[in-house]
């Protein structure tokens, strides 16, 4: 009968160390995705000290401009995900709170069940405790197997007494850790909640602000679309000029190629010499891993077409993406490689070229460039000052990636935190 409780005991530690295993593998899994969301809100905050770094400056304008909404847009896209992700860690927090509880109450009962069997032998081992009592016990036996077995029943029940205080100690002990545990849970969900009205109130200002905005840029629509044609048209000159440069490098490393006897490519790409393959396989491999182009920035403008921030109805097109940062910056090369050609488009700055092997970066709206025509150039090298635009205290550039003739969302190249 008591080997039976002892079975059952030995089986309930088990179960014990099992719940302990699986929740700790449990918080472990979200002690990763909440180390994520920290990083994540962390690069979020920054982003939007970025930002407000360059609304200060397009504030400094008395009037309101169009880059004073797009920062703000910006802002508030920003603001609304800093939001989301600390809701999603205030609900993993909550959910730690519960598991924590629940880990809590399992080892309250099993520490009422260990104390209730060792009570039990307590008191077996009062009623049994003459030396005399124990030898009548073995010298009872009905012969010398009887007799060792009833002895080693004795010593094993007396290790037995001694693990079962050994588990009341430890299950005490666990029991402290996740009690500390909880009232730290609950502390950083408090914070976290108060975090996040501190964000919600700033999203009402901002949004109030953006409204005040579009009211006024709506009413220089005449204003607002001669700036777009005059845009268009300098991005049409670069995205030609940058068109002449490409065919002219494919048709000058096919002729190269076909002189040196080496394959020719078929589709019309480049023609690549072991080195410049070498190089374009470098650089394919850092899709996600490229350093940005700026030390600080904020992407502004995403790839593709869009529509208009005002002006209903009416979409815009970007072969790259537009990146925010402070007055006085210069933008940098992604990766080493050569300058393929540098662009002036008048009335809208400079742009540079730099090949990769078979991909192209471009970086324009530059007002200095400190680079020449091919001169090889490395990773984080500086290119050029990005041009400030006093007319809406503006500091952008705009970064191109192309594959031979075919245009690339730089977003994905880049390392997501700036570096």
Do not use: C
């Amino acid at each position: 009968m008591r080997f039976i409780k002892h079975n059952h005991m030995l089986r309930s530690l088990f179960l014990l160390l099992a719940l302990l295993l699986s929740l700790g593998a449990s918080m472990l899994g979200f002690a990763q995705t909440k180390k994520e969301l920290e990083k994540k809100k962390d690069q979020l905050r920054k982003d939007i000290e970025i930002t407000n770094k360059i609304l200060e400056e397009t504030r400094k304008n008395k009037s309101v401009s169009l880059n004073q909404l797009v920062a703000l847009n910006k802002k508030i896209g920003m603001r609304q995900e800093l939001i989301s992700t600390i809701t999603r860690e205030s609900l993993i927090l909550q959910y730690q709170v519960d598991q924590t509880n629940a880990s809590i109450a399992t080892l309250e009962q099993e520490m009422k069940e260990l104390k209730e069997e060792y009570a039990k032998m307590i008191y077996f081992a009062y009623k049994n405790q003459s030396a005399y009592q124990r030898l009548m016990f073995i010298f009872a036996s009905s012969d010398f197997n009887q007799a060792y077995k009833r002895l080693r029943y004795m010593q094993q029940y007396s290790d037995y007494r001694k693990q079962q205080k050994a588990n009341i100690e430890k299950t005490q002990l666990e029991l402290t850790k996740q009690r500390e545990e909880l009232i730290s849970q609950k502390q950083a969900k408090m914070d976290l909640l108060m975090n996040l009205e501190g964000e919600k109130k700033q999203l009402t200002v901002e949004k109030t602000e953006q409204v005040e905005v579009v009211n006024t840029l709506q009413q220089k629509e005449q204003q607002l679309k001669a700036q777009l044609r005059e845009k268009q048209r300098a991005e049409e000159k670069l995205n030609k000029a940058i068109e002449d440069i490409i065919r002219k490098e494919i048709d000058d490393a096919r002729k190269k190629a076909e002189k040196e006897g080496r394959p020719v490519a078929k589709t019309g790409g480049f023609a690549l010499t072991p080195e410049a393959q070498k190089l374009s396989d470098g650089f394919a491999s850092n899709m996600g891993k490229l350093p940005w182009p700026v030390e600080q920035g904020v992407i502004t403008e995403t790839f593709g077409v869009h529509p208009h921030p005002v002006l209903k109805g009416i979409e815009t097109n970007n072969n790259g993406i537009d990146i925010g940062t402070k007055t006085g910056a210069n933008a940098r090369a992604i990766f080493d490689g050569e300058v393929s050609g540098v662009i002036v488009i008048p009335g809208s700055g400079k742009a540079v070229l730099v090949r990769h092997g078979e991909y192209l970066s471009v970086y324009s709206n530059l007002d200095d460039v400190f680079v020449k025509s091919g001169q090889k150039v490395s990773t984080k090298q500086s290119l050029g000052s990005i041009r400030n635009n006093e007319e809406d205290s503006k500091t952008e550039m705009n970064l191109q990636i192309w594959k031979g003739t075919i245009k690339m969302n730089p977003e994905i190249w880049l390392y997501r935190v700036n570096k």
